[in-house]
């Protein structure tokens, strides 16, 4: 019974781990926090306990380019989906060109659909892409679901 039971539960975790879509996997154990002394570990950690996801609170990762914003999100994922989770990972350039072609097919409400499902959504690479007034309309209410 204990066999079948693990089994299950790591099929289930590598369902969820394809589903997530995420780029690449790095957990918080690749993460050096004495190179990049300017983010608080505990909160990170704290972050971590997944406490934000029961709470529906947001997580804004600030930076300049390579300091680790991806990194962190990967593993806040990661740690989500240990946990039991749905998560799921895009970047705000894909989310963009999905809005337009969905627009484009009358299928806009797909898309809220599918992003507003997953207790926790990475989008990365938010402030290098602008979004034009359907994606941000788009964005804004998949996160006010
Ligand atoms: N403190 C760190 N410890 C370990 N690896 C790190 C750290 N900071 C960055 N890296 C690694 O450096 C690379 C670049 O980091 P990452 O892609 O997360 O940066 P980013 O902030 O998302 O950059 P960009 O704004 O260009 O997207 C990755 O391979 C990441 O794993
Ligand atoms: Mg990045």
């Keep these: 019974m204990s066999q079948e039971i693990e089994q299950k539960e790591k099929l289930a ?9 995420l780029p690449y996997i790095k957990s918080i154990h690749d993460f050096d926090f004495s190179f990049q002394p300017s983010i608080d570990e ?5 972050v971590l306990s997944g406490r934000y996801i029961h709470n529906g609170d947001n997580i804004l990762l600030l930076g300049p380019p390579g300091v680790g914003k991806t990194h962190l999100a990967i593993s806040m994922a990661f740690e989500a989906i240990t946990q039991g989770h749905q998560a ?8 963009i060109s999905e809005c337009q072609k969905a627009e484009k097919q009358g299928i806009i409400q ?9 207790e926790l959504l990475i989008m990365d690479e938010i402030g290098y892409f602008s979004f034009d007034e359907l994606s941000a309309h788009t964005l804004f209410q998949i996160v006010s679901r």
Excluded: D, G, M
């Design 110 to 118: 797909r898309i809220i659909k599918r992003y507003s499902r997953p």
């Design 42 to 46: 505990r909160r990170v950690k704290e």
């Design 88 to 95: 799921l990972f895009i970047t705000a350039n894909e989310f």
């Design 13 to 21: 975790l590598e369902k969820r781990l394809k589903k997530a879509k």
